[in-house]
């Protein structure tokens, strides 16, 4: 920055490079191209990953085991004590959880565990629960409801 461009607006784009200008332009004669070789010949093109001839490191890594990552389930996850924010006989699901702005992450799936206390009665839905959640969230009045993966209830009360 300098003092011509301190008061302009800028433009959307940078304008362009003009080259084989004249040697006065800065990029004249081999205009950026340098002296001989395959870069400065035209219809030049280099495969992404060429590294100049040495072996590239996509060869260089081996490539041998196994990784789960594409199978990989995430999880929002949410300690008993984040949830005593709530006002007591409250549904806490996902949905409420992101808009008290408790948790950022917004996966379509929510475990709760049991780091924290419990001082009232709450309604707690989730896909997973960790034991000692489980114990505090009852342990204070509380019930706790499994929900599959689409978010639905997992044990569906089949009285009738």
Known sequence: MDLKTVCSKGTKYQSRRRIGRGTGSGSG????R??????SRSGYSRK????????PIY?????????NARFRVDYTIINVGALDGF????TVDLKAVIDAG????NTPLLKVLGS???THKLTVRAQKFSKSAQAKIEAA???????????????????A
Do not use: W, Y
């Open 87 to 90: 006002e007591a006989g409250a």
């Open 102 to 105: 408790i948790a950022s992450l």
């Open 141 to 159: 009045g509380g019930t706790i409801e499994l929900l599959d993966s689409r978010g639905r209830d997992a044990a569906p009360n089949t009285e």
């Open 48 to 55: 992404p990953g060429f590294e100049g001839g040495q072996m």
């Open 116 to 118: 924290g206390e419990l």
């Open 34 to 39: 340098g002296h001989k070789g395959q870069g």
């Open 59 to 67: 060869r260089r890594v081996p490539k041998r085991g196994f990784t």
């Open 29 to 32: 004669k081999t205009s950026g």
